[in-house]
């Protein structure tokens, strides 16, 4: 069956610095990848897609990028500050329109 | 006003009882989700529904049950709870032909 894996350890980092979050996928060739955020007590929030013939997908300080050979994805925040700590969840379509969630990461950003 | 709203968001329940949680939403989307989310586990769907008439299981429907009563109106219930029901469940929209899901601020559940 379909597989998303992200980091489930936190990420601490300094404001200020990039945050790079990974998401691997097995079993499955996604037609596009989304990424979403989730602050604490509230649902995930849209935040990029990628299809699978886009590298890169820019959206103000964030990136995300995609290796259909690798079958990875990676994801960065620039320019980091407190207020982007969050988790921040992987997300792909099996193909059927329901969509698989990855675990999340979550991140501390540190003023 | 939220476009994707959940009622109740907190509640504690008893093992044995049936209960309701309750989705609405004023997106207009044909489909709705209902996903349960637990720490280290990520969000796995229960159920979910492409219209009024298409309901569909997930990869955790055991234990649950729902009902499309309108576009915009999706219920899940739990029909006996059990304490490993205990999650935040989360409700999700998503546009015909969209890849977006709108999500709820979910419903904490504790089965005592």
């Known amino acids: 069956s379909q597989k998303i894996e992200q980091n489930s350890e936190a990420l601490n980092i300094q404001e200020g610095k990039t945050a790079t979050l990974t998401c691997n996928y097995t079993?499955?060739?996604?037609?596009?990848l989304q990424w979403y955020r989730q602050d604490p007590g509230r649902g995930p929030v849209f935040l990029l897609l990628?299809?699978?013939?886009?590298k890169e997908k820019r959206k103000e300080r964030l990136k995300v990028t995609f290796d259909t050979t690798l079958k990875q994805s990676l994801f960065h925040i620039t320019a980091s500050q407190p207020a982007d700590s969050a988790t921040y969840l992987c997300?792909?379509?099996?193909?059927?329109?329901?969509?698989?969630f990855g675990a999340g990461t979550r991140l501390f950003v540190k003023a | 006003d939220a476009d994707v709203t959940q009622t109740p968001r907190n509640r504690i329940t008893k093992t044995g009882k049936r209960i309701m949680l309750e989705c609405s939403q004023t997106?207009?989307?044909?489909?709705m989700y209902w996903y349960r989310q637990d720490p280290g586990l990520g969000l796995r769907l229960i159920y979910y529904?492409?219209?009024?008439?298409?309901?569909n299981k997930g990869e955790i429907s055991d234990g649950y049950s729902v009902s499309r009563q309108a576009q915009a109106k999706f219920s899940l219930s739990l029909e006996s709870a059990i304490p490993n029901q205990t999650a935040l469940y989360f409700c999700?929209?998503?546009?015909?032909?969209?890849?977006?899901?709108?999500f709820g601020a979910g419903t904490r559940l504790s089965v005592l």
């Open positions: 999700a929209t998503r546009a015909s032909g969209g890849n977006i899901q709108y």
């Open positions: 079993n499955y060739s996604p037609a596009y």
């Open positions: 990628i299809r699978e013939n886009e």
């Open positions: 997300a792909l379509e099996d193909g059927g329109f329901k969509t698989i």
């Open positions: 997106k207009g989307h044909d489909r």
């Open positions: 529904s492409f219209d009024v008439k298409d309901i």
